[in-house]
């Protein structure tokens, strides 16, 4: 009887509170969310952790989503499944940050014929029929290797020679090919820049200081070293570390060690001066990604490619005030 009078009691409080107005249960009814299944690269870089942590924080329940999250784990063949998986829970929109450009056609065909449209964040994909990708948001990868060959450009301006070691990225990876085709090009203009070592750093830290040690290693046969060409923070922490294990310098009077993102750490590296420059590359896409199903989602067709501004910093950029802001 007790249990009865409870529940009665319980379910007249709500109909007054509905009646009155007041309030809107928290939750969205589940039918109401879109739902987005998004296959992530992976956790290899804090660039990437940054990326996957505006994703989450934007994609809420509250603001209106069921977030189906993959973590591919570096792997292409688990972005296909996760999105073949997403293709069958009947998702409304996928969401992929691609591992490499290549191999895209077949299962994004499959999410066209499927009637879900995709959004490519971050890196692109290589596909034939361009109606497969219904936006893109992300980085302009060539200008911000432009960015740091201009800038070794100023730094080396009246050298004999510059002797440059170049780490990699994922090989295939748009960001790799951006920022490698960006020093290809300076190297080539320039007739003085020779690049004497090309090693794959796979947007890492343990790898890229495997890399570095096992080339430094031969220190006593090597050739001045000018410029480590890093194409992301951690291969250039990798890169730091493995430099001063062999008593180089990292700075002004030593190395110029180059980084691309930009993240509160490559800041306080470049304050210190063992960075002599870091490149921004923006990870906070959620934001721009929701703009982008907003506007799909008010029946109109979305900007196709949107690239986000950023900027470079050298040592003497670096205020307090510009660490305390740093999002990421
Ligand atoms: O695609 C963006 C790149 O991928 C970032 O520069 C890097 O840190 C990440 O892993």
């Known amino acids: 009887m007790k249990r009865k009078i409870a529940a009665l009691l319980t379910v007249l409080l709500y109909s007054v509170f509905f009646l009155a107005g007041c309030s809107k249960p928290e939750t969205k009814e589940e039918d109401d969310l879109i739902v987005i299944g998004m296959s992530q690269v992976g956790a290899e870089s804090d660039w990437r952790q940054a990326d996957t942590a505006s994703m989450k924080e934007v994609f809420t329940e509250a603001n209106g989503y069921r977030l189906l999250f993959e973590d591919a784990r570096q792997e292409q063949e688990n972005q296909f499944v996760a999105i073949r998986r997403f293709i069958q829970q009947k998702v409304d929109y996928i969401v992929v940050m691609p591992i490499t450009e290549d191999g895209w056609d ?52 009246n050298a004999e020679q510059v002797n ?56 006593d046969s090597l050739p001045k070293i000018d410029v480590v060409y890093c194409e992301n923070d951690n291969e250039a922490y990798g890169a730091i570390k493995a430099l001063e294990g062999f008593g180089y310098t990292c700075g002004k009077d030593g190395v110029s ?40 989602q008010s029946g109109k067709t979305p900007e196709k490619n949107r690239y986000v501004e950023e900027t470079a910093f050298c040592p003497e950029d670096i205020t307090e005030e510009l660490l305390a802001s740093r999002k990421y």
């Not at 180059?258 to 001066?273: E, M, P, R, W």
């Open 164 to 219: 440059i070691i170049h780490i990699q990225g994922t090989k295939g990876s748009t960001a790799q090919i951006g920022r490698t085709t960006a020093l290809d090009d300076a190297v080539k203009a320039n007739l003085n820049w020779k690049v004497i070592a090309r090693m794959d750093g796979d947007f890492t830290e343990a790898k890229t200081y495997e890399v570095m040690k096992e080339y430094l290693s031969n220190r």
């Open 257 to 296: 060690v180059i980084s691309f993102d930009a993240t509160y750490n490559a800041l306080v590296y470049c304050q210190k001066g063992k960075l002599a420059l870091t490149v921004e590359c923006n990870p906070l896409l959620g934001p721009l990604v929701e703009s982008v199903i907003r506007t799909m």
């Open 106 to 157: 077949a299962v994004l065909k499959e999410a066209k014929d499927a009637g879900i449209p995709v959004i490519v964040v971050d890196r692109m994909v290589k596909v034939k029929d361009e109606s497969l990708v219904a936006a893109h948001v992300g980085s302009d990868f060539y200008a911000e290797g432009r960015k740091a060959t201009n800038w070794m450009k100023e730094k080396y301006a």
